[in-house]
Each structure stands twice: as structure tokens, then as C-alpha cells.
């Protein structure tokens, strides 16, 4: 069965450090792949997607995601973070397989950036 | 405004009584799905549809059921069955796979099912 691994559950920063986000999937078919980030009381919005072409996508705030996939991973990176980026990220993959998507989450991982 | 609208925003339920949650779209998008999400254990995948009249188990249908009578709808009941079903219930909606890059799915705001 398809499954999506976030390895870091609880991440804490300073401002202006970098950030990587791990994220492993396992499926050997055709993926799209997504992370999305959850403000505090807000509702799940999309960050990057990954389709096809260039492995490394950018997406909005200043982060970014490398897809490697022989190593099935599409791990997210932000060179400075800033306090404004206290969230919680999860990773997603969408798997298409006999005409049906299946879009499975991570297990999230919350980060929390001081000042 | 086009979106994803799930109702009601918190629900409460003795327990042993079925209760439907509600998600309707109006971006014409063929694939629905409900997640649930509980601390620490990210969104589980509940049922998903890719067309009218037609649904597939996610990770954890057990206690749960779901219909797709119509393109923009697709209410979930949590039964008397499902052992555990205080949680955050996540309706999304996408284009599926369609060999391009549009097949983000966009979220509601949720429902918070308490059962008492």
C-alpha cells in the first residue's frame, strides 16, 4: 500500500536558520507530489507541487522541494525561516493507478520558529 | 466565490447515533475525498470518489460511508460503528489526474465531531 513518511515530527528554529523537511513515499507508479502547510486556525493550503520536469520547485514564502526519485523523496527547504512560518507541514502524494487518484498525507510535522 | 463548503463547523453527537457531515464544491471538480485528522497522526485518508456514483475505501473506511449522487456533493456518515469518531473531519476536492499539473486538491474548513 502507498504510505508517505515525514521523519521529523516537532522542529524548532531559530529565525533566519535554514530548514529541511524530510519526506519519503512509497509507490513506484506515476506520482504528483505536494506539500501543504496549516497556519494556526486556518485551513490547509498548497505550498509546491510537483508534476513533472525540473525536480526542483519552487513555491510560494521562499520555499522550495527536491524531487529524488530514486530515493522516492521530495524533501522541503527553506534557506532563512522566518517566525511568521510557525505551521504545521505535511507532505502529500497523489498516485494514479487503474484510473483512480488516491491523494495520502504525512504525519505532519509541526514547526515552530522563534524570534 | 468558488470553494469547498463543509457543514456544520462543530457537530455533537451522543454516542450510538449516525451523523452525516456535509461537503459540497462548486469548482467542477471530479474528485472528492474525506480525511481525518487527529494530533500527531496527519490526515488519513477515509473514502475518496473520482466520479458520480462511484467511490473507493481510503485507509480507514471502517464506520464510515459515504455517497456521490451528484458531481458537487459528498456527505459523509459516521455510523455507531466507527469506534473512535471524536475528531476533525476534512472534506477536498480536485481535478484528479488529468496528465497535467492541476491536480491539487483544495480543503473546507472542516468539521469537529465531538461525540458526548
Known amino acids: 500500500a502507498q504510505s508517505v513518511s515525514q521523519h521529523n515530527h516537532h522542529v524548532i528554529l531559530s529565525e533566519a536558520a535554514s530548514l529541511e523537511l524530510g519526506c519519503n513515499y512509497s509507490y513506484g507508479g506515476t506520482v504528483n507530489l505536494f506539500w501543504y502547510v496549516q497556519y494556526p486556525g486556518q485551513h490547509l493550503q498548497l505550498l509546491l507541487k510537483y508534476f513533472s520536469g525540473d525536480p526542483l520547485v519552487k513555491g510560494i514564502k521562499g520555499f522550495e522541494a527536491e524531487f529524488i526519485k530514486s530515493k522516492f523523496s521530495f524533501n522541503l527547504r527553506k534557506p532563512s525561516v522566518q517566525w511568521s512560518d510557525t505551521a504545521e507541514y505535511f507532505c502529500?502524494?497523489?498516485?494514479?493507478?487503474?484510473?483512480?487518484?488516491?491523494?495520502?498525507f504525512g504525519a505532519g510535522t509541526r514547526l515552530a520558529v522563534h524570534p | 466565490d468558488g470553494g469547498i463548503t463543509q457543514s456544520p463547523k462543530y457537530l455533537f453527537r451522543k454516542e450510538g447515533q449516525n451523523v452525516t457531515l456535509s461537503c459540497e464544491q462548486n469548482?467542477?471538480?471530479?474528485?472528492m475525498y474525506w480525511y481525518r485528522q487527529d494530533p500527531g497522526q496527519g490526515l488519513r485518508l477515509i473514502y475518496y470518489?473520482?466520479?458520480?456514483?462511484?467511490?473507493q475505501k481510503g485507509d480507514i473506511a471502517e464506520g464510515y460511508s459515504v455517497s456521490r449522487e451528484k458531481k458537487e456533493s459528498f456527505p459523509l456518515t459516521v455510523t455507531s460503528a466507527q469506534k473512535n469518531p471524536t475528531a476533525f473531519y476534512l472534506c477536498?476536492?480536485?481535478?484528479?489526474?488529468?496528465?497535467?499539473?492541476?491536480?491539487?486538491?483544495?480543503f473546507g474548513q472542516g468539521t469537529r465531531l465531538t461525540v458526548v
Open positions: 470518489s473520482q466520479i458520480v456514483n462511484d467511490f
Open positions: 469548482l467542477n471538480h471530479d474528485a
Open positions: 477536498a476536492s480536485s481535478w484528479g489526474w488529468r496528465g497535467n499539473n492541476n491536480t491539487e486538491a483544495f
Open positions: 502529500a502524494v497523489l498516485s494514479v493507478s487503474g484510473g483512480y487518484n488516491k491523494l495520502i
